[in-house]
């Protein structure tokens, strides 16, 4: 499986992208996904997750309320919508697959990395 992530960009604050990944493969619809960030200096984190049927998701806490997770299995692509953007929002995110069919969290469950794309929020 192949994850290619799109979407980023340099966005003001209180802004707001959509980032897709596009996977390849036909093991797409039965595997949880998510997106991880990684901001300058910092260790990689979860942002957002959602199960294989897209019925199930969670989010970190910092972008609670502000980021959507969504997928389309039919497109082979899973999103986020970002909104109310912060300056700590920057970084670079990626694109995972989880092992299992459930929603991943932790890198321990991660199959697969995609590249990052990188999202700048700055004004």
């Known amino acids: 499986v192949q994850l290619q992530a799109f979407g980023g960009g340099l966005v003001q604050p209180e802004g707001s992208l959509r980032l897709s990944c596009a996977a390849s493969?036909?093991?797409?619809?039965?595997?949880?996904m998510g997106w991880f960030r990684q901001a300058p200096g910092k260790e990689r984190e979860f942002v957002a997750g959602?199960?294989?049927?897209?019925?199930?998701?969670d989010y970190s806490d910092s972008v609670k309320g502000r980021f959507t997770i969504s997928r389309d299995n039919a497109k082979n692509t899973v999103y986020l919508q970002t909104s109310s953007l912060k300056p700590e929002d920057t970084a670079v995110y990626y694109c995972?697959?989880?092992?299992?069919?459930?929603?991943?969290?932790?890198?321990?469950?991660?199959?697969?990395w995609g590249q990052g794309t990188l999202v700048t929020v700055s004004s």
């Open positions: 995972v697959q989880s092992l299992g069919p459930s929603v991943v969290t932790q890198r321990s469950a991660i199959r697969y």
């Open positions: 959602i199960n294989w049927t897209g019925g199930m998701t």
């Open positions: 493969g036909r093991t797409f619809s039965n595997n949880g």
